[in-house]
């Protein structure tokens, strides 16, 4: 069990999609944080009790937000996923807390439904291809390439 909590200031950087964090409040827009977290490495967002919640990651933002048996990463759970890091948030106040659920369920919510929308593209365009014989790719070159010799 945690017993003490290190303040962190976030914020969300949509330029480079990352979630990033600083040890101090930042004194301007272009502050380098000490950490990230990249947004798509974010699978899950787990909302807890007195305004904390969890961040469930990858560790592999090149990694879709959903099971794979990607066979070159050899650090995975059991379910697929490279193992990443849960980190245990609190937000100092209940709107604070409401807007960061918000806003990473929602981004979270926008990129699965990216790529199961994607997923179902591939799976139909895989489907047709495969659906068609090779007798159906008859390409016809229009008549004005084609000269006859007698």
């Keep these: 069990m945690l017993s003490a909590w290190n303040e962190r ?3 969300i950087n949509e330029d480079t999609l990352e ?3 600083f040890k101090e409040k930042p004194s301007s827009a272009s502050a380098v944080p000490s950490n990230v977290i ?10 807890l009790d007195n305004f904390r919640f969890q961040l469930k990651t990858t560790g592999n933002p090149n990694l879709d937000n959903k099971n794979t048996n990607n066979t ?9 996923k490279d193992k990443g ?3 245990l948030l ?6 604070e807390y409401m807007t960061w659920m918000y ?5 979270v919510d926008s990129l699965n439904e990216y790529n199961e929308r994607e997923d179902m593209l591939l799976t139909v365009a895989a489907s047709t291809s495969n659906s068609m014989k090779s007798d159906e790719y008859i390409h016809t070159a229009p008549s004005s390439t ?3 010799h007698t």
Excluded at 38 to 47: A, G, K, P, R, W
Excluded at 72 to 80: I, L, R, Y
Excluded at 103 to 107: P, R, T
């Design 9 to 11: 200031y976030f914020r």
């Design 19 to 21: 979630l990033e964090y």
């Design 38 to 47: 990249h947004l798509d490495s974010i699978y899950e967002v787990m909302e």
């Design 72 to 80: 070159k990463n050899t650090n995975t759970t059991g379910n697929g």
């Design 85 to 87: 890091r849960d980190y």
């Design 90 to 95: 609190q937000a100092s106040n209940g709107s």
């Design 103 to 107: 806003e990473l369920k929602y981004y």
């Design 146 to 148: 084609y000269s006859e």
